[in-house]
């Protein structure tokens, strides 16, 4: 009697873990997929608001061949804009290897290179390794543009370099320009990319009073015009956390695990500021 009542006990306490441990499982498998929930939708969010309005306008033509800078030559080209949007880079294609100087950007109102250009960026050395790598300069700060309308954007392209072009204008949207002259006849292969504020612009607050600097950076960034110990969040260009942290006034983040793209640094109070790992 008493060993059937020792085995029964020994059966119920068996089944009675297995149900807690059901249970555990349970809980454990509905908090992990309410996790992943949340994780897909705010990602899904996000991808709707950057890639709603983004498109890239690219020159590729049909009878391309290497246009040589006989000296320092500001090289412009003109296009119109595809949607409206934000600027995110522009580019030439390298017909040779070598390197451009320092300089800076200059853009545009028009299918012109003359006044007042509506935005001007100093960009870093670029250092062409192989024959069709883009000459790319990534645009640091917000530049809006409308679908439709025309822009320019120009810089200098050094002695002896040369980039891809087509000289029959194949591309209608804008001209090519050289030392400040239309070239009506002519046209490099180029891209320009648009995205509409990734991250949206009417979800976080831009600020102009918050500052990243050096922008674009490699390796290490600092947020200036702090007034207190402030946690930061950082997003990529398709809204998903990167990092997080605290700061003081100038002090350094570091980013040289980063992939090299765009980036937005998010203040605990709201303000939000674009940069570009580089």
């Not at 089944?15 to 705010?42: A, C, G, P, W």
């Amino acid at each position: 009697m008493g060993l059937r009542f020792s085995e029964a006990y020994k059966n119920y306490a068996l089944v009675s873990s297995n149900k807690k441990i059901d249970k555990l499982i349970q809980k454990k498998m509905k908090k992990n997929y309410l996790s992943i929930r949340t994780t897909l939708i705010l990602a899904f969010t996000f991808l709707l608001q950057n890639l709603t309005a983004q498109c890239v306008i690219n020159n590729n033509p049909q009878f391309a061949v290497p246009w040589e800078s006989t000296a320092n030559w500001s090289i412009g080209q003109g296009f119109t804009a595809e949607c409206s949007g934000a600027l995110e880079y522009v580019q030439f294609l390298a017909a040779t290897t070598g390197t451009i100087s320092a300089g800076t950007l200059k853009i545009f109102n028009g299918n012109t290179v003359s006044g007042t250009p509506i935005y001007t960026q100093a960009y870093s050395e670029i250092t062409i390794s192989q024959v069709n790598d883009p000459i790319r300069i990534n645009i640091s700060s917000d530049v809006n543009v409308t679908q439709g309308s025309q822009y320019t954007f120009e810089f200098t392209i050094d002695t002896g370099m040369s980039i891809v072009a087509d000289f029959v204008n194949e591309y209608s949207g804008g001209n090519a320009f050289r030392d400040g002259v239309d070239l009506s006849i002519t046209d490099a292969k180029f891209s320009v990319s648009i995205s509409d504020n990734a991250l949206g612009l009417d979800v976080f607050n831009v600020s102009n009073s918050i500052k990243v600097l050096p922008n674009p950076a490699s390796e290490y960034i600092k947020v200036s015009g702090l007034k207190n110990k402030t946690t930061y969040s950082i997003y990529n260009a398709l809204g998903l956390g990167i990092t997080q942290g605290k700061i003081f006034d100038n002090e350094a983040i570091d980013i040289r695990s980063f992939a090299n793209g765009i980036y937005f640094l998010k203040l605990e109070n709201g303000n939000t500021v674009k940069f570009i790992k580089d």
